[in-house]
Nanobody
Framework: QVQLVESGGGLVQPGGSLKLSCAAS????????MAWYRQALGKQRELVAL???????VYAEYVKGRFTISRDKSKNTLYLQMTTLKPEDTAVYYC?????????WGQGTQVTVSS
């Protein structure tokens, strides 16, 4: 079992920044990748960014140059630094962990970009 707890969401004005965190605990020794997904109201959940255990990263085209995914292995924490936020970035952001036995999801954190 892996437990994931996201934090850092909130209300921010267009052009602003937020940093999301995802604290992982449990059986994370077989972790192969971690990722951030988001789901806007009425839309499907979509990949935002992913980082492998080796440090390779993948970004969705619509966040390249604005978002940065990183991981602190010593703290078992995943981060998503979001800058130049747009109203269309409004969504619930979820953390996902892929381990050899399967995948786990956090409960999500709401990000709202509005003036």
């Amino acid at each position: 079992q892996v437990q994931l707890v996201e934090s850092g969401g909130g209300l921010v004005q267009p052009g602003g920044s937020l940093k999301l965190s995802c604290a992982a605990s449990g059986s994370i020794f077989s972790l192969t990748s971690m990722a951030w997904y988001r789901q806007a109201l009425g839309k499907q959940r979509e990949l935002v960014a992913l980082i492998t255990s080796g440090g390779s990263v993948v970004y969705a085209e619509y966040v390249k140059g604005r978002f940065t995914i990183s991981r602190d292995k010593s703290k078992n924490t995943l981060y998503l630094q979001m800058t130049t936020l747009k109203p269309e970035d409004t969504a619930v952001y979820y953390c996902r962990a892929q381990v050899s036995a399967g995948e786990y999801w956090g409960q999500g954190t709401q990000v709202t970009v509005s003036s």
